[in-house]
Every structure is written in structure tokens, then in C-alpha cells.
């Protein structure tokens, strides 16, 4: 499984916060699966927006093409694209390794 | 950093929220954050920041860029820098003349970040000193001092400005002197008197037209806004724009898009607009003359300019300035004016302020046979009535008022015998009573009485 492992590098400065942000990310992932049962396509739009600023801005870059897949796919009514992009968003979540570094 | 700058971020997303503030105090600053406008106005009227960093979209709460509005209009100064998850070209124009010193994309990039923060932070501790401007604004009263640093700070930035003063204070040329120390500087300066054109050639001259959009429309016509693309509108006597322009230029200050009379599309645009008036605006959106919205958005930055009579101590510089100004134009040797006549006119009411006086130096020096102006010439000077020519406007305004009034005497107040004499219906004389705030009920009780 270890060839799964997506090694991410992150600035040390925020170690103290990344517990809380995956803690978030994982009821983002939650959250998504269930609106998209619900074809809730405002949550979905929602939570990809959030996902967007905020991923690559601690550094987790794939986060926010996934978050703007996720966000344009569900303003467009798109639910394959949304779809594929949460399964990835979930693959990405269970393997995401991460790497402290000073920057 | 020698002192701690304090910064307040507003956010609703609590991660981005602890990521800023991570950022910003590994940045060495001193950092309050809050979840909502409406919070971070709570907090500042204990705590004021140096520098307010907010996101655009906070749900269904108040935006970054309402929250901007309301932050300038107790601080008109205090920079704000916006963050936007949307890439909006549009969305950052409007944030930059809206008064933001910045507008960031996110994701946000620590470094980004800090730059700007320090860049914004340089520019309000900093912009104080630009000797252009000053030489172009004749000035040694403290009045003036304070309203020249207020507009050098607005020329560093691209914010909407709006600037009061009564006929003659010089309205255009303080204008004229923050678009040359502005960035813009090298891109067009465009005026108009909002009050000096027809209502329907208004909308055309400033917003263009297509061919055909109307008769005599013989070609297509870019407006005075896509004139001064990348530079600056003035909009001079803003007060005298009629409502129906009012409703469009409150469309184009919201989108930042102008669309041509007889156009379907909307063309964006990136102009500064300064605006200005010697009339008393809240008054007349008090009266329903104008609307609210559109003063609200015109007047991010006040400027006021103080009348001639309160800046006495300018006068000498002035005169000297105007006499100079009449021996080149001439090609003659400067005339002078004995302490005498100096004193006179430091004393005088100048109703038409700095044109007056430029007005009165002219013909002084034009009459003068003598090297020193005498204070007789002066005193005559300053009684020609040309200099305090009403504009036409004011004269038919002021005539329509005493009209209505005669009338009103003359029917002892009964308003739809008056508007029979007038030869109007009452619906369009009460209309005109309330134009000029007339109330026919205090002409019943007078001759009752």
C-alpha cells in the first residue's frame, strides 16, 4: 500500500493546525457524500468553494483542483464529474502523507 | 518591524481564519481575528487596526465589500485588503475603487500575503510627502494642510472620491492634482459638468452610443468613460444630474461596466471616478432629489474644501500667485499690491472664492496704472458684480422659487388656484412646491391672520 502514499510537504510553521484542518476535511468528505445521495448541488458547490481557497493555502494543492472540479461540476449540474472528484477527494484523504518543512 | 501593526481578519471559514492568522503572526504582526462584518465592526470600535483583511463572500452575512463601506465611513483611510476565492477581474476593479488597497485570490500564498500586507502598510505610513501636488495647490493655512495630506493618501490609491466646496473653491483643480499624483497619472483626465448638458445628450456623452441609437446617431460613439480608460473621470456638479442618469451611473459604479445608449452589452471599465458639488447633497437626498445609493457610493472619501474667507491667510499667496500668472500671460512686469489692499481683501467675504479672487487680481492689474495696485482700485474690484455671477441654473432656479411664492400669495395659499394661474396641474405644482420645499399651509395662515 505504501506506493498509495501521496507525500504532501507543508511549512512547519502549521503542524499545530493541520489535525484540526484534516479533522475537517474528513466531515467535509462526509458531508459531500451525503449531498451528493441528496443531489444537493448547493452544498456541494458550497463545501467545493471552501475547499478550493482553502487547500492549497496549507499547502495541499490537489485539494483545490479537486475542490474546483467539485464546485464548477456541481454549478453546472454535472454530478459525474462531482462524483469522480469526491472518490478522489477520498482516496486523496486516506493516503495523504505529510511532510513538515522549514520554509 | 519597529512597531507591532495591528491587523484585523475576518473570515467565516474558521480554517482559513487560523491560516491567516498563523501566517500573518509568523509575519511578526499582531493579529484579531472574527467570523463576520458585522463582528469585526464591533471590534473595532474598541480595538482599531492598522489594516483589515476580509474575505468577499461570507454566506448570507455582510460582505467584504459592504463591510468595506461601512469601515470607511468613520475611517475613510484605513486600508482594507480583500480575499476572494473567485478570480474576478471584475470583482477586484470594483474592491480597488471601492476603496481596497489590495485584492488577494486564494488560495493564499504566505508569502503574497506578507508583501502585500507590507506593501499596504508602507503606503499608509508613507504617502504623506509629494511636492507636485503641493506646488499645484497654493496653500500655507492649516485647513488646506490637512485637506492636501487627506488627498495625497486618496492619490495613492484608486478609491472613489468625492469632493464638496462652494462655487469657486478650486473643486477641478483639486481633482486634477490627485489624478497627477496618482498612479493613473499617465492615462487620461477627463471632466464634465454633469450640469451643463442636456439629460439626453448626458447619457451619451458618458456612457457612448450605437449608430443609429437615435436620431442624428449617425455613427457609433465610445462614451467619456471608455475615454478615460485607465486614467480619471471627474464629474463635476454631480448634484445637478438628473435621477433618471442617477439610477444608470449607480449601475455603472456597482459593476464597473458602462453600456452604450442603443447597446446590448456591457463594456467593462477601469477608471477612477472623482465627483463634486457646491451643492448640499444629503440635503437633497433629504428632498428625494437624489438618490441615497448613488451619494453612498460616490462618497467613499469625502473631500472638503474650505471656502476663500476661511483660509484668509491664503490670500497673499493667491494674489501673488494670480499676479504673476497675468504679467506672463501679458508680457508685462508684475504689478503688486500695497499691504493696504492686501489687508482688504484677507477681509473680504469672497462669496465666489478663489475665481473671484483670480477675477478681481485680473482686473485690478489689467486697470492698474501704477506698479502697486491701490486700495481704491481694489475696493472697486471687488464690487463689480460680474464677479458674483450666479451660473443660469441657480439664476431659474432661484426665479422659479419666488414665483411660486408670488403665486401662492396671490391665492392666499389655495394650492389649485395658484397651480390654475401657473398653468399647471396640481399635481405638477406640488411637485415644484416640493422642489424648493415650499409649504402652501403657511401662506393660508398668514392671511387668515
Request: charged share 25%; with cysteine.
Amino acid at each position: 500500500m505504501s506506493e498509495d502514499k501521496i507525500v504532501v510537504n507543508i511549512d512547519i510553521d502549521l503542524e499545530d493546525l493541520i489535525p484540526g484542518f484534516m479533522e475537517n476535511r474528513q466531515t467535509d468528505l462526509q458531508k459531500l457524500e451525503q449531498a451528493l445521495e441528496d443531489q444537493d448541488y448547493e452544498t456541494l458547490r458550497s463545501i467545493g468553494h471552501n475547499l478550493k481557497g482553502v487547500g492549497g493555502g496549507y499547502g495541499f494543492h490537489d485539494m483545490t483542483a479537486m475542490g474546483t472540479a467539485i464546485e464548477e461540476g456541481a454549478r453546472e449540474n454535472k454530478l459525474e464529474i462531482v462524483k469522480e472528484n469526491v472518490t478522489k477527494l477520498s482516496h486523496y484523504l486516506s493516503n495523504v502523507e505529510i511532510v513538515y518543512q522549514e520554509e | 518591524m519597529d512597531k507591532e501593526y495591528r491587523l484585523l481578519v475576518v473570515d467565516d471559514e474558521q480554517d482559513m481564519l487560523v491560516l491567516l492568522e498563523s501566517m500573518l503572526k509568523n509575519g511578526g504582526f499582531d493579529v484579531k481575528t472574527v467570523t463576520s462584518g458585522e463582528d469585526a465592526l464591533i471590534e473595532m470600535q474598541e480595538n482599531k487596526p492598522d489594516l483589515v483583511i476580509t474575505d468577499l463572500f461570507m454566506g448570507e452575512r455582510m460582505n467584504g465589500m459592504q463591510l468595506m463601506e461601512n469601515i470607511h465611513k468613520n475611517a475613510p483611510l484605513l486600508p482594507v485588503i480583500i480575499l476572494s476565492g473567485q478570480a474576478q477581474i471584475r470583482d477586484a476593479v470594483k474592491a480597488t475603487h471601492m476603496g481596497s488597497a489590495a485584492f488577494l485570490t486564494k488560495p493564499i500564498e504566505k508569502e503574497k500575503l506578507l508583501e502585500q500586507v507590507g506593501q499596504v502598510l508602507n503606503i499608509t505610513a508613507s504617502g504623506r510627502e509629494n511636492k507636485e501636488f503641493s506646488e499645484s495647490i497654493i496653500y500655507k493655512s492649516n485647513v488646506m494642510e490637512e485637506l492636501v495630506d487627506l488627498s495625497v493618501a486618496v492619490a495613492a490609491t484608486s478609491v472613489t472620491v468625492f469632493i464638496m466646496g462652494e462655487t469657486g473653491t478650486g473643486k477641478e483643480i483639486l481633482a486634477k492634482a490627485i489624478h497627477e499624483s496618482s498612479e493613473r497619472r499617465n492615462k487620461p483626465f477627463i471632466g464634465i459638468n454633469c450640469g451643463a448638458i442636456p439629460e439626453q445628450l448626458l447619457e451619451s456623452e458618458l456612457f457612448g452610443h450605437e449608430k443609429g441609437a437615435f436620431t442624428g446617431a449617425a455613427s457609433r460613439h465610445d462614451g467619456l468613460f471608455q475615454a478615460a480608460s485607465g486614467g480619471t473621470i471627474f464629474l463635476d456638479e454631480i448634484g445637478d444630474m438628473p435621477l433618471s442618469l442617477q439610477v444608470k451611473l449607480l449601475r455603472v459604479l456597482q459593476d464597473m461596466e458602462v453600456r452604450p445608449v442603443g447597446s446590448t452589452k456591457n463594456i467593462p471599465i477601469d477608471v477612477r471616478i472623482i465627483s463634486a458639488t457646491h451643492r448640499d447633497l444629503e440635503e437633497m437626498v433629504d428632498a428625494g432629489e437624489f438618490r441615497s445609493d448613488l451619494y453612498y457610493r460616490l462618497k467613499v472619501v469625502p473631500l472638503v474644501i474650505p471656502k476663500l474667507s476661511d483660509r484668509c491667510e491664503d490670500i497673499p499667496l493667491l494674489a501673488d500667485h494670480f499676479l504673476e500668472q497675468h504679467a506672463q500671460a501679458n508680457n508685462k512686469k508684475k504689478k503688486h499690491l500695497s499691504p493696504e489692499s492686501l489687508n482688504y481683501l484677507m477681509a473680504a467675504e469672497w462669496p465666489g472664492n478663489i475665481r473671484q479672487l483670480n477675477n478681481v487680481i485680473e482686473l485690478c492689474a489689467t486697470l492698474s496704472k501704477t506698479k502697486n495696485i491701490s486700495l481704491s482700485l481694489v475696493k472697486s474690484g471687488l464690487q463689480d458684480r460680474n464677479t458674483q455671477m450666479k451660473t443660469l441654473k441657480e439664476a431659474k432656479s432661484e426665479f422659479e422659487k419666488n414665483y411660486l411664492i408670488g403665486v401662492l400669495k396671490m391665492s392666499a395659499g389655495h394650492v389649485a388656484n395658484a397651480a390654475k394661474i401657473a398653468g399647471r396641474n396640481r399635481t405638477e405644482f406640488y411637485k415644484l412646491l416640493g422642489t424648493h420645499n415650499i409649504e402652501p399651509g403657511k401662506f393660508r395662515s398668514k392671511n387668515k391672520a
